[in-house]
């Protein structure tokens, strides 16, 4: 093992100590879709003439949890037909042992992006992956409904409650019986655990696991940042909502059934396809922020990166591609051609993307307010403190026992996972 | 009882010729099945060493080979406590694997039992003469044909609470009062669970029944017939008997398949811990959670569960095996 | 008179109403995917019985993006060669297994199931082992390969069944002819054994057809993945848009052959014993 690592390492250095470039055949695996993949070819080509490498692409089925499993077995398995991985935020401290460090290659570019991003993917000083873009949801609202019942735009989570109630009610009273207030994911999954870390974080709850190790779930305002969440469903929220992911809320809103929702960037230009019923009726803010002390509105940290695998037997030139994409260019082609949030501060402020993609500067502030899930601190165990936490959310939503019950379970469970240390 | 007098008990009676020619029989016999008996060692044996070999290490995906042998740790180990109290751990003391295992044998009951009735039903249809069978034969192996991930994403479609049509057309028809969110609560979702996996697997079972039915002689039931013996009677003491050698196989391969259900409970129940199965379980140790070895674990006692079930239910089923020695 | 042709009449009519129903029932989540294949946009979300519109743009689109026409070679070869294979070794086996007498003949059987007790998942990283140790990783031999370890089980055990119950009295007029066994399966029994032959052999075949995990993980090119794979690959325009037009689509193209088929071999599925003229 150890040795493997040396030689990779002294291949590494020789290669680029040697500075001779030589083409290279990469393959990149990504799941990515449909234009997402599109676009990804796009830039590979671009890559192809400017350094004579050849670039496959290996596309992946868009589920995070498939991929995640996939790539944990070829990693284990050492598989060297794959050389540069799209990995998701979380991934990086799970898979860092397999991946190569990027610190000394990145040095120069590192400083670009937001310090927090980089961080999140830096384990044990070892930088994992590089950021290719982020993202962070939103609320979405029906500016035609909040008008009609002259209404603000929500700030807090107890607006919401009373405004989606009150439009709820009056438009079933007007005859529209499918109408509900409020949709979010639901589901017991990753999802879930977005969804309530905002919810926690925005009521000053913490964030599950500190960044210093210490689980914090268990407080009086966690619980009742979930409680609150538990009461809107078979309310503002249907009971369905139990079961949904990203795209049955986007159904329900898409169909112009909701007065709010909960979502990823993804679902703004699908909200204003020409055949969806809420075409130019909406627009996005921050998530509403709790009360009590600390609360503020709060965006789970999502996104993806690149990083390149241990096992590549073209390691520089596999370097040179996971530079490539988390380039400044890239980026800012990527923001404006597929609206995905960069993370290199200053493409926030370009004309270019402010012209072509209207949002993208609005969801700085939303991406201010950005939260990382606890994967850093986890380590490893990351996958299972997050199921664990969705479990106990998804339990009190349900109606399982209060959140004051779950999360003194909870709190038992991890504190037995993370034994002397995570 | 059919195969009694069936096996090839060719009676001694020509001497040494006969013995000669059952020994150029058993030759040929070894010849025969050492193809398949190497192709399912290599396809088979290492795969299934190493995960049993890997229950007892300390294996972890991201240092597969450095793993180390600690004895059965990952099924049960204890620890004394200095108040003399010991604490027992491990896979034997898990209770969310052994309420998986429970879920798992409950939904294997339901769903195999109910598929064998319709499987029946649907065989002794397909038995019968009439026209257009053809056409019914190749329609019912329809929900069969559907790759699952689709079927299953496909039912979770019709099954959602707003835009499912399985709700409207229960309103419609007035069984329902309003939306109902099935794969969102869990006993919905079992439910829901079970008629999925009804309605894809009572082909197999309807087709493997009709082969049976097939191989069954006709002047058997001309006999019957004759004699007066009514339609009723005949299915109980002629084709369930001739047919059980056949149904008894089909529903053992349910059983194995029912037992280690994955993708179904993966995408049409709220992953929670009344849905899930030891497969669901399983997975999730081995490839989310950094559990390697503890997945593995699960992944052998799931085998060796399934065994002593298919063991049970041969013996109580009396499949036979050895044919005429019985 | 007039009661018995009653209660005849009303047989049938029940008769035919049990096969409706059997229909409507297999048929009907196909037919919903067939209306849902010409849906596009919003439309999806909507509920109709009949069809609205008719757009083929879904089905243009799946035979276009990607390599899908190659995957459904792909899977042809795939899952034609994995039953051709286990047919063969099987029946070569169950004449072994069912018609001669030998020690340990249960336990073997019992050993050949239990290759099928274990989890799919649990065999995932010891099987990529063997298949990189092969060399036929990212191969459709390797999927052939992987596939053996459920088609094998099965096919032995049904034709096992099926070769036992076959009359004794067949095989010892051809033992006096002077067969070996080899002539024997072939020529006595095979002709015989056509439902069981075909019917496993179906049931496998679409088994192999519709495998995901082992297609997923043992490929990593578009041109060696199969249809299943395709199809989760089939993807909307943006991260967590599900392409519903598009998946229904293909599984239209999937299932379509499979149901063609079925029609060419159902006639093979009934035949076998009641043209053999055996008696039991």
């Given at each position: 093992?150890?040795?493997?690592?040396?030689?990779?390492?002294?291949?590494?250095?020789?290669?680029?100590?040697?500075?001779?470039?030589?083409?290279?055949?990469?393959a990149i695996?990504?799941?990515?879709?449909?234009?997402?993949?599109?676009?990804?070819?796009?830039?590979?080509?671009?890559?192809?003439?400017?350094?004579?490498?050849?670039?496959?692409?290996?596309p992946?089925?868009?589920?995070?949890?498939d991929?995640?499993?996939q790539?944990?077995?070829?990693?284990?398995?050492?598989?060297?037909?794959?050389?540069?991985?799209?990995?998701?935020?979380i991934?990086?401290p799970?898979?860092?042992?397999?991946?190569?460090?990027l610190?000394?290659?990145?040095?120069d570019?590192?400083?670009?992006?937001?310090?927090?991003?980089?961080?999140?993917?830096?384990?044990?000083?070892?930088?994992?992956a590089?950021?290719a873009?982020?993202?962070?949801?939103?609320?979405?609202?029906?500016?035609?409904?909040?008008?009609?019942?002259?209404?603000?735009?929500?700030?807090?989570w107890?607006?919401?409650?009373a405004?989606?109630?009150?439009?709820?009610?009056?438009?079933?009273?007007?005859?529209?019986?499918?109408?509900?207030?409020?949709?979010?994911?639901g589901?017991?999954?990753?999802?879930?655990?977005?969804?309530?870390?905002?919810?926690?974080?925005?009521?000053g709850g913490?964030?599950?696991?500190?960044?210093?190790?210490?689980?914090?779930?268990?407080?009086?305002?966690?619980?009742?940042?979930?409680?609150?969440?538990?009461?809107?469903?078979?309310?503002?929220?249907?009971?369905?909502?139990?079961?949904?992911?990203?795209?049955?809320?986007?159904?329900?809103?898409?169909l112009?059934?909701?007065?709010?929702?909960r979502?990823w960037?993804?679902?703004?230009?699908l909200?204003?396809?020409?055949?969806?019923?809420?075409?130019?009726?909406?627009d996005?803010?921050?998530?509403?922020?709790?009360?009590g002390?600390?609360?503020?509105?709060?965006?789970?940290?999502g996104g993806?990166?690149?990083?390149?695998?241990?096992?590549?037997?073209?390691?520089?030139a596999?370097?040179e591609?996971?530079?490539?994409?988390?380039?400044?260019?890239?980026q800012?082609?990527?923001a404006?051609?597929?609206?995905?949030?960069?993370?290199?501060?200053?493409?926030?402020d370009?004309?270019?993307v402010?012209?072509?993609?209207?949002?993208?500067?609005?969801?700085?502030e939303?991406?201010?307010?950005?939260?990382?899930?606890?994967?850093?601190p986890?380590?490893?165990?990351?996958?299972?403190?997050?199921?664990?936490?969705?479990s106990?959310?998804?339990?009190?939503l349900?109606?399982?026992?209060?959140?004051?019950?779950?999360?003194?379970?909870?709190?038992?469970?991890?504190?037995?996972?993370?034994?002397?240390?995570? | 009882?059919?195969?009694?007098?069936?096996?090839?008990a060719?009676?001694?009676?020509?001497?040494?010729?006969?013995?000669?020619?059952?020994?150029?029989?058993?030759?040929?016999?070894?010849?025969?099945?050492?193809?398949?008996?190497?192709?399912?060692?290599?396809?088979?044996?290492?795969?299934?060493?190493?995960?049993?070999?890997?229950?007892?290490?300390?294996?972890?995906?991201n240092?597969?080979?450095?793993?180390?042998?600690?004895?059965?740790g990952?099924?049960?180990?204890w620890?004394?406590l200095?108040?003399?109290?010991?604490?027992?751990?491990?896979?034997?003391?898990?209770?969310?694997?052994?309420?998986?295992?429970?879920n798992?044998?409950?939904f294997?009951?339901i769903?195999?039992?109910?598929?064998?009735?319709?499987?029946?039903?649907?065989?002794?249809?397909?038995?019968?003469?009439?026209?257009?069978?053809?056409?019914?034969?190749?329609?019912?192996?329809?929900?069969?044909?559907?790759?699952?991930?689709?079927?299953?994403?496909m039912?979770?479609?019709?099954?959602n609470?707003?835009?499912?049509?399985i709700?409207?057309?229960?309103?419609?028809?007035?069984?329902?009062?309003?939306?109902?969110?099935w794969?969102?609560?869990?006993?919905?979702a079992?439910?829901?669970?079970i008629?999925?996996?009804?309605?894809?697997?009572?082909?197999?079972?309807?087709?493997?029944?009709?082969?049976?039915?097939?191989m069954?002689?006709r002047?058997?039931?001309?006999?019957?017939?004759?004699?007066?013996?009514?339609?009723?009677?005949?299915?109980?003491?002629?084709?369930?008997?001739?047919?059980r050698p056949?149904?008894?196989?089909?529903?053992?391969?349910?059983?194995?398949d029912?037992?280690?259900?994955?993708?179904?409970?993966?995408?049409?129940?709220?992953n929670?811990?009344?849905?899930?199965?030891?497969?669901?379980?399983?997975?999730?140790n081995l490839?989310?959670?950094?559990?390697?070895?503890?997945?593995s674990?699960?992944?052998?006692?799931?085998?060796?569960?399934?065994?002593?079930?298919t063991?049970l239910?041969i013996?109580?089923?009396?499949?036979?095996?050895?044919?005429?020695?019985? | 008179?007039?009661?018995?042709?009653?209660?005849?009449?009303?047989?049938?009519?029940?008769?035919?109403?049990?096969?409706?129903?059997i229909?409507?029932v297999?048929?009907?989540?196909?037919?919903?995917?067939?209306?849902?294949?010409?849906?596009?946009?919003?439309?999806?979300?909507?509920?109709?019985?009949?069809p609205?519109?008719?757009?083929?743009?879904?089905?243009?689109?799946?035979?276009?993006?990607?390599?899908?026409?190659?995957?459904l070679?792909?899977?042809?070869?795939?899952?034609t060669?994995?039953?051709?294979?286990?047919?063969?070794?099987?029946i070569?086996?169950?004449?072994?297994?069912?018609?001669?007498?030998?020690?340990?003949?249960?336990?073997?059987?019992?050993t050949?199931?239990?290759?099928?007790m274990?989890p799919?998942?649990?065999?995932?990283?010891g099987?990529?082992?063997v298949?990189?140790?092969l060399?036929?990783?990212?191969?459709?031999?390797?999927?052939?390969?992987?596939?053996?370890?459920?088609t094998?089980?099965?096919?032995?055990?049904?034709?096992?069944?099926?070769?036992?119950?076959?009359?004794?009295?067949?095989?010892?007029?051809?033992?006096?002819?002077?067969?070996?066994p080899?002539v024997?399966?072939?020529?006595?029994?095979?002709?015989?054994?056509?439902?069981?032959?075909?019917?496993?052999?179906l049931?496998?075949?679409?088994?192999a057809?519709?495998?995901?995990?082992?297609?997923?993980?043992?490929?990593?090119?578009?041109?060696?993945?199969?249809?299943?794979?395709?199809?989760?690959?089939?993807?909307?325009?943006?991260?967590?848009?599900?392409p519903?037009?598009?998946?229904m689509?293909?599984?239209?193209?999937?299932?379509?052959p499979?149901?063609?088929?079925?029609?060419?071999?159902?006639?093979?599925?009934?035949?076998?014993?009641?043209?053999?003229?055996?008696?039991?």
């Amino acid at each position: 093992m150890k040795i493997n690592k040396l030689l990779v390492g002294l291949l590494g250095s020789v290669a680029l100590t040697g500075g001779v470039a030589q083409a290279a055949d990469l393959a990149i695996v990504s799941g990515d879709t449909g234009t997402g993949l599109a676009f990804l070819r796009s830039q590979l080509d671009r890559f192809e003439e400017e350094t004579g490498h050849t670039v496959t692409v290996v596309p992946m089925p868009s589920s995070t949890t498939d991929q995640f499993g996939q790539y944990r077995l070829w990693l284990a398995a050492g598989n060297t037909d794959i050389d540069v991985y799209q990995t998701d935020v979380i991934w990086a401290p799970q898979l860092a042992d397999q991946f190569l460090d990027l610190t000394e290659a990145a040095a120069d570019v590192a400083g670009e992006h937001f310090p927090s991003i980089i961080e999140s993917q830096t384990v044990d000083g070892k930088l994992v992956a590089l950021p290719a873009f982020t993202d962070a949801p939103a609320l979405y609202y029906r500016t035609d409904l909040l008008e009609k019942y002259n209404k603000e735009v929500p700030t807090t989570w107890a607006e919401l409650e009373a405004t989606a109630q009150e439009i709820m009610d009056g438009e079933r009273a007007e005859g529209n019986n499918d109408m509900w207030g409020f949709v979010f994911q639901g589901n017991a999954y990753e999802g879930l655990t977005c969804d309530a870390l905002e919810w926690v974080v925005s009521n000053g709850g913490g964030q599950i696991v500190e960044a210093d190790g210490t689980i914090s779930i268990n407080n009086p305002q966690a619980a009742e940042a979930i409680d609150r969440a538990a009461g809107w469903i078979g309310t503002i929220a249907p009971e369905g909502v139990l079961g949904y992911m990203e795209e049955e809320s986007r159904g329900v809103w898409q169909l112009g059934n909701a007065v709010f929702m909960r979502n990823w960037p993804y679902a703004y230009s699908l909200g204003n396809g020409d055949d969806s019923a809420v075409k130019d009726l909406f627009d996005v803010a921050p998530l509403p922020a709790g009360e009590g002390e600390g609360a503020r509105s709060a965006a789970t940290l999502g996104g993806w990166n690149v990083a390149v695998s241990k096992y590549s037997p073209d390691p520089d030139a596999a370097i040179e591609l996971a530079l490539f994409l988390s380039s400044s260019e890239v980026q800012k082609e990527r923001a404006i051609m597929q609206s995905n949030l960069p993370t290199i501060e200053a493409l926030y402020d370009d004309a270019e993307v402010a012209e072509a993609q209207p949002i993208i500067p609005a969801w700085k502030e939303i991406f201010q307010n950005a939260v990382p899930r606890p994967s850093a601190p986890t380590k490893t165990d990351y996958n299972e403190v997050s199921s664990l936490f969705w479990s106990a959310v998804h339990d009190t939503l349900s109606g399982n026992g209060s959140a004051a019950e779950n999360l003194e379970i909870l709190e038992a469970d991890l504190t037995d996972l993370k034994g002397d240390g995570w | 009882m059919t195969t009694d007098t069936m096996t090839p008990a060719i009676p001694v009676t020509r001497g040494s010729a006969r013995s000669e020619l059952m020994k150029q029989r058993v030759l040929a016999a070894r010849w025969f099945l050492v193809p398949m008996l190497i192709a399912l060692g290599v396809v088979a044996g290492w795969p299934l060493l190493r995960s049993i070999w890997f229950s007892f290490t300390d294996a972890s995906l991201n240092n597969l080979y450095g793993a180390e042998f600690i004895g059965i740790g990952n099924y049960l180990r204890w620890t004394t406590l200095e108040s003399g109290r010991t604490i027992y751990r491990g896979l034997l003391v898990d209770s969310a694997w052994w309420n998986a295992v429970w879920n798992t044998v409950r939904f294997a009951a339901i769903s195999v039992g109910l598929e064998t009735v319709f499987g029946m039903i649907v065989a002794l249809v397909l038995n019968a003469e009439f026209r257009g069978r053809g056409f019914v034969r190749a329609a019912i192996l329809i929900p069969w044909a559907i790759p699952t991930i689709v079927s299953a994403r496909m039912w979770g479609w019709m099954l959602n609470d707003q835009f499912g049509i399985i709700n409207d057309m229960m309103l419609r028809l007035g069984l329902i009062s309003q939306k109902i969110a099935w794969t969102a609560s869990a006993d919905t979702a079992m439910t829901a669970v079970i008629v999925v996996d009804v309605w894809k697997t009572t082909p197999f079972m309807a087709l493997l029944v009709l082969a049976g039915l097939q191989m069954i002689p006709r002047d058997i039931y001309e006999a019957a017939d004759i004699d007066g013996v009514s339609k009723w009677k005949q299915f109980w003491r002629i084709t369930l008997p001739l047919v059980r050698p056949a149904l008894m196989v089909a529903i053992i391969f349910r059983i194995l398949d029912a037992m280690r259900i994955f993708d179904l409970i993966y995408v049409l129940t709220p992953n929670s811990s009344s849905t899930k199965t030891m497969s669901v379980l399983a997975r999730e140790n081995l490839f989310d959670f950094d559990n390697f070895a503890y997945g593995s674990a699960q992944s052998t006692l799931l085998f060796l569960i399934i065994a002593g079930m298919t063991v049970l239910y041969i013996w109580l089923g009396r499949v036979n095996f050895e044919g005429g020695e019985r | 008179m007039t009661a018995s042709l009653a209660w005849s009449y009303t047989k049938k009519v029940g008769f035919y109403l049990l096969v409706a129903v059997i229909i409507v029932v297999s048929v009907f989540p196909f037919y919903y995917a067939i209306l849902t294949s010409f849906k596009s946009g919003t439309d999806l979300f909507r509920i109709t019985y009949w069809p609205t519109s008719f757009s083929w743009a879904n089905y243009t689109a799946v035979m276009t993006q990607g390599s899908f026409p190659r995957n459904l070679l792909n899977s042809v070869f795939v899952a034609t060669v994995t039953v051709l294979l286990a047919l063969f070794l099987a029946i070569t086996a169950s004449f072994a297994l069912s018609r001669v007498r030998f020690r340990g003949r249960s336990l073997l059987l019992m050993t050949i199931l239990a290759v099928s007790m274990f989890p799919q998942i649990a065999v995932l990283a010891g099987l990529f082992e063997v298949i990189r140790a092969l060399g036929i990783y990212n191969t459709p031999w390797a999927l052939i390969f992987s596939y053996t370890i459920f088609t094998l089980p099965f096919t032995v055990w049904v034709l096992t069944t099926f070769m036992r119950d076959l009359p004794i009295e067949i095989e010892e007029a051809a033992i006096v002819d002077g067969a070996t066994p080899w002539v024997i399966i072939t020529r006595v029994f095979m002709p015989l054994m056509w439902p069981a032959l075909v019917t496993t052999g179906l049931l496998a075949f679409i088994g192999a057809w519709n495998e995901f995990l082992f297609a997923l993980t043992f490929t990593s090119s578009n041109q060696t993945r199969t249809v299943p794979v395709a199809i989760a690959l089939l993807s909307g325009g943006t991260q967590y848009e599900i392409p519903w037009g598009n998946i229904m689509a293909a599984s239209v193209i999937v299932t379509v052959p499979l149901v063609v088929l079925v029609l060419i071999f159902q006639r093979k599925i009934v035949s076998g014993l009641t043209a053999g003229g055996v008696k039991g």
